[in-house]
């Protein structure tokens, strides 16, 4: 006789940002119906939205988040963006409400999106909200997976007035190197680890992009994919807490955004080496030829 399957519920959150939108595509490209939670159901493609389950609400809301994940095996979570005036307490809030839902539900298995410079824990600026959020999930006790994730290709979309004027501002100096990472690779291993099973315990996977970027490179490359002249420049701490300060940012967010470059650049070595695990396709002249240059 046949025994009837029940198939894992799996939840996915910001099924609209750049992460959970891939990770949204390959679970139903895998025949599986996730759970979506996320603000506006009306936000999705109309051919996807009849091939998920949706939650409506607020991954601040702690209610939201335990209805949503009631019953389910595994989860993919993100801390979405916080607007709140402290960057690192918002994100603390979210970790908080994700670690009760794997408490309450107890869901077998968590991936989390994080970031290289989390293994910090402080000193990291908006990261150390991110850290936060790890050691809540770890205190679980259930199979959580954090991927430290490098520097989003997808920044550079807010940089497009300068660049625009052939300027790529920054507040690292411009011979750094350091991982940069197409999101949709990330979707793609947060997709394969909540599909596969057979993995347990805290586990720690970064996701480096295919090569470390200084910020004098990654000007190279969009000036040859933009066919324009592109530079990199410096800019000095204080004047970048000026300019954020005058559109509006809380001093928490100013210290959330400048605190992440000011404890990663100097003497910090990542805790995972890049290697063939880390190492993910998509370089930024694919990138930016795709989603870049019909911009200019
Ligand atoms: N940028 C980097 O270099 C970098 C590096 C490492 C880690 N990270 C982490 O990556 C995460 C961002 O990922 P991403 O770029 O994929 O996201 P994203 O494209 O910025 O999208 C944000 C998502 O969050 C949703 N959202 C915002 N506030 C929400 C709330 N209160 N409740 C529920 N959903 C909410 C948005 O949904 P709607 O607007 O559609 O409602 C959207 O789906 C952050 O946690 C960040 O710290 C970023």
């Known amino acids: 006789m046949a025994h009837e399957h029940t198939p894992d519920k799996i939840v996915v959150t910001t099924p609209t940002g750049n992460v959970g939108s891939r990770v949204l595509r390959l679970l139903l490209r895998a025949g599986v119906r996730p759970t979506l939670l996320l603000r506006d159901p009306d936000r999705l493609d109309p051919a996807v939205r009849e091939r998920v389950d949706t939650v409506r609400g607020d991954q601040g809301d702690v209610d939201t988040v335990l209805r949503a994940t009631r019953g389910a095996d595994r989860l993919f979570w993100v801390d979405p963006p916080t607007t709140g005036d402290d960057p690192i307490t918002g994100h603390a809030r979210m970790g908080a409400n994700a670690a009760r839902a794997v408490e309450e539900n107890g869901i077998g298995h968590t991936v989390f999106l994080s970031s290289v410079g989390a293994e910090k824990r402080h000193g990291a600026g908006e990261i150390d909200g991110l850290a936060r959020t790890e050691r809540a999930l770890d205190a679980t006790g259930a199979n959580v997976l954090h991927l430290r994730c490098g520097y989003f290709f997808t920044n550079l979309l807010m940089e497009l007035d300068s660049l625009r004027e052939g300027v790529l501002p920054t ?3 411009l011979d750094f190197a350091m991982p940069w990472v197409d999101p949709r690779d990330i979707g793609e291993v947060a997709a394969a680890r909540l599909l596969a099973g057979g993995w347990s315990g805290r586990q720690v996977q970064a996701v480096h992009g295919p090569e470390d970027l200084s910020f004098s490179r990654v000007a190279e ?5 933009l066919g324009r002249e592109v ?3 410096r800019v000095p701490d204080d004047d970048v807490r000026a ?5 509006g940012l809380s001093a928490g967010q100013v210290e959330g955004v400048v605190g992440m470059a000011a404890g990663l650049r100097e003497g910090f070595v990542p805790e995972q080496e890049r290697d063939v695990l880390t190492t993910t396709p998509t370089t930024l002249a694919a990138w930016a030829h795709t989603h870049l240059r019909p911009l200019f």
Do not use: E, F, H, K
């Not at 490359?221 to 994919?225: A, K």
């Not at 300019?243 to 559109?247: F, I």
């Open 243 to 247: 300019g954020l300060r005058s559109v």
């Open 171 to 173: 507040l690292w100096p």
């Open 221 to 225: 490359v969009l000036g040859s994919v």
């Open 231 to 233: 530079r990199a420049d």
